[in-house]
């Protein structure tokens, strides 16, 4: 399936822009970010200047022109991706990178300040690829919107086999407050796609819990460290060793989750608890043969041998055939 992971949920490590235009460190991070056990390595493929205008906000289209890496370099990383069998994915934001990089991803991520750019939608969405929206800045509203503009630019985002969409909140880092995980169920109630759960907090528990609320892709910031690091996204990264971590976690939260159905369970049985815990019918006082059974005369106590307790009231009025010791 599409969006299943080696444990289940799909875990992404989001190493956006944290290598900051440094080439050499972007490949250290996607080492180490394949070597955590992770699904996917996710980065943001952009130039300065076709992500924010020049005129009206310089400062960030300059910042961007920092983080800048090179096709060649992109490919280099997807390369290392594919050498660790782990998926290269990226939000595309620069439309004519899609011409070169599509045949690297096979899973698109819409970032959330992209929810609403349709002409970049209907670019991907003609690639015929899976689909990850994140959800920040967004209204219910504005999410259904999206989904419905994908769908009508293309048939096979009907249904969850190629659509997802993340819960978000678009600061680095947030408070726990603002993670605002509930809609990972309004989103599964409400939406027909997959639903998963993208964080920005500087914890690692708001994972564990969208995990334990259904989500199906999670999606973490990944940096080596984060002391000395200046570019906010570190804030809100984890590290090679606390993705080791979190796996260790979801299999612990799946063995205790178990799976939905109601049956004593091979344990108990073997240990024969359904005898020893549960309660018969027993004589309280030595009985006569011919006494009336009645509640002065019966008791429940365990273990489970002879008549069960649930027949309690069903002895009441009967005579007893033979003499009983209590």
Same mark, same amino acid.
């Given at each position: 399936?599409?969006?299943k992971?080696?444990l289940?949920?799909?875990?992404?490590?989001?190493?956006?822009?944290?290598?900051?235009?440094?080439?050499?460190?972007?490949?250290?991070?996607?080492?180490?970010?394949?070597d955590?056990?992770?699904?996917?390595?996710?980065?943001?493929?952009?130039?300065?200047?076709?992500?924010?205008?020049?005129?009206?906000?310089?400062?960030?289209?300059?910042?961007?022109?920092?983080?800048?890496?090179?096709?060649?370099?992109?490919?280099?990383?997807?390369?290392?991706?594919?050498?660790?069998?782990?998926?290269?994915?990226?939000?595309?934001?620069?439309?004519?990178?899609?011409?070169?990089?599509?045949?690297?991803?096979?899973?698109?991520k819409?970032?959330?300040?992209?929810?609403?750019?349709?002409? +970049?939608?209907? *670019?991907?969405? =003609?690639?015929?690829? !899976? @689909?990850? %929206?994140?959800?920040?800045?967004?209204?219910?509203?504005?999410?259904?919107?999206?989904?419905?503009?994908?769908?009508?630019?293309?048939?096979?985002?009907?249904?969850?086999?190629?659509?997802?969409?993340?819960?978000c909140?678009?600061?680095?880092?947030?408070?726990?407050?603002?993670?605002?995980?509930?809609?990972?169920?309004?989103?599964?109630?409400?939406?027909?796609?997959?639903?998963?759960?993208?964080?920005?907090?500087?914890?690692?528990?708001?994972?564990?819990?969208?995990?334990?609320?259904?989500?199906e892709?999670?999606e973490?910031?990944?940096t080596?460290?984060?002391?000395?690091?200046?570019?906010?996204d570190?804030?809100v990264?984890?590290?090679?060793?606390?993705?080791?971590?979190?796996?260790?976690?979801?299999?612990?939260i799946?063995? +205790?989750?178990? *799976?939905?159905? =109601?049956?004593?369970? !091979? @344990?108990? %049985?073997?240990?024969?608890?359904?005898?020893?815990f549960?309660?018969?019918?027993?004589?309280?006082?030595?009985?006569?043969?011919?006494?009336?059974l009645?509640?002065?005369?019966l008791?429940?106590?365990?273990?489970?041998?002879?008549?069960?307790?649930?027949?309690?009231?069903?002895?009441?009025?009967?005579?007893?055939?033979?003499?009983?010791?209590?």
């Amino acid at each position: 399936m599409t969006w299943k992971g080696k444990l289940g949920p799909l875990l992404i490590a989001e190493i956006g822009g944290n290598h900051e235009g440094d080439f050499e460190y972007a490949k250290v991070l996607t080492e180490l970010a394949c070597d955590s056990g992770v699904d996917a390595v996710k980065f943001q493929i952009y130039t300065g200047d076709t992500i924010v205008s020049k005129v009206e906000d310089p400062d960030r289209n300059k910042h961007f022109k920092k983080f800048e890496l090179s096709k060649d370099q992109y490919v280099e990383l997807a390369n290392i991706c594919k050498r660790n069998n782990v998926i290269f994915t990226s939000s595309v934001w620069n439309e004519e990178a899609l011409n070169w990089i599509d045949e690297f991803i096979p899973i698109y991520k819409i970032g959330s300040g992209d929810l609403t750019a349709h002409p +970049l939608l209907s *670019k991907i969405a =003609k690639l015929s690829k !899976p @689909i990850i %929206i994140s959800t920040g800045l967004a209204s219910f509203d504005e999410v259904k919107e999206t989904i419905d503009f994908l769908r009508k630019e293309n048939k096979i985002y009907e249904g969850s086999q190629n659509l997802a969409v993340l819960q978000c909140t678009s600061m680095y880092p947030i408070e726990d407050e603002d993670a605002n995980l509930e809609v990972i169920s309004l989103y599964k109630d409400k939406l027909d796609v997959v639903v998963g759960y993208s964080d920005h907090t500087t914890g690692k528990e708001a994972v564990e819990v969208a995990y334990t609320l259904g989500a199906e892709i999670l999606e973490m910031h990944f940096t080596d460290e984060r002391e000395g690091k200046v570019f906010r996204d570190h804030k809100v990264s984890f590290t090679n060793e606390e993705i080791k971590q979190l796996i260790f976690k979801i299999k612990k939260i799946q063995a +205790l989750r178990g *799976k939905p159905e =109601k049956k004593p369970l !091979p @344990i108990e %049985i073997e240990n024969n608890h359904l005898v020893s815990f549960r309660r018969a019918v027993y004589p309280s006082k030595d009985i006569k043969k011919g006494t009336v059974l009645s509640k002065s005369n019966l008791t429940i106590l365990r273990p489970n041998k002879g008549i069960d307790a649930r027949e309690f009231n069903s002895l009441i009025g009967k005579k007893i055939k033979q003499d009983v010791k209590k």
